[in-house]
């Protein structure tokens, strides 16, 4: 199991970046789509996930900024991220809930992260 980010760095306040998620999975299902992240000091917070429901869920502080969209086809997970702000700056991780076709228990994986700057 890979999950593969990638599309971080540098860019200005108001600016804009495209994280993807690139998951590569195997025999797996997967269940649920993530982007989280975590800035120097501080806990890992969810940024947005799409379930089961294909509905997506955003956190408080990027709602109305950033998109979340998947390809279940390609199995890839973007992150639209407009109007960023320095406090968006973060090291951003994807993650992905699979589960094997035979079996009901969810298991989490995770990316290496890319680190996401927003800088004047």
């Known amino acids: 199991v890979q999950l593969q980010a990638s599309g971080g760095g540098l860019v200005h306040p108001g600016g804009s970046l495209r994280l993807s998620c690139e998951a590569s999975?195997?025999?797996?299902?997967?269940?649920?789509m993530g982007w989280h992240r975590r800035a120097p000091g501080k806990q890992r917070e969810l940024v947005a996930h799409i379930g089961p429901s294909g509905i997506p869920i955003y956190s408080d502080s990027v709602r109305g900024r950033f998109t979340i969209s998947r390809d279940s086809g390609k199995r890839t997970l973007d992150l639209q991220m407009n109007s960023l702000k320095t406090e968006d700056s973060a090291v951003y991780y994807c993650n992905a809930g699979l589960v094997r076709p035979d079996e009901k228990n969810v298991v989490d994986y995770w990316g290496q992260g890319t680190q996401v700057t927003v800088s004047s």
């Open positions: 999975v195997g025999s797996f299902n997967i269940v649920y």
